[in-house]
């Protein structure tokens, strides 16, 4: 056989990574054992959150067109969500904030937005033994 029938096979990888669009996931504290992505509680607003929590990881996707619009957000947004529940995430504070464009003097450019995350832990009390 030769290598010009593998190259599909080869190629079929590539494209599918193309497909799916990208998050950047910045660790930020420890990860825990994953978790059902049905279990992350989703806040829009930190003040939202009734228990105190420490950040794991800021997640950012890809920019998009507002215009293209829910459905992309949305979309990330669930991504976002399975990402925060693969690190062990109780929680995951989510916005949509827009993109600030590079300077282009004399060319339009169109606005774009991003879904940006912050996946949380719960702080699990601990006693210690007083001192003596």
């Not at 003097?105 to 995350?117: C, I, M, N, R, T």
């Amino acid at each position: 056989m030769s290598y010009k029938s593998f190259l599909p096979l080869l190629l079929l990888p590539a494209l599918c990574a193309c497909a799916a669009s990208r998050l950047d996931i910045i660790q930020v504290g420890p990860w825990f054992p994953a978790r059902d992505w049905r279990a992350v509680e989703v806040f829009e607003d930190r003040n939202q959150t009734t228990r105190p929590w420490g950040g794991i990881a800021i997640i950012h996707g890809e920019r998009f067109n507002p215009e293209a619009g829910q459905r992309e957000q949305e979309r990330q947004k669930l991504q976002a969500r399975k990402a925060a529940a693969a690190m062990g995430a109780d929680g995951v504070i989510m916005t949509v904030d827009s993109a600030i464009a590079g300077p282009a003097l004399g060319v339009y450019q169109e606005p774009e937005v991003f879904v940006s995350a912050l996946a949380i832990k719960y702080v699990v009390p601990s006693s210690t033994p007083s001192a003596k």
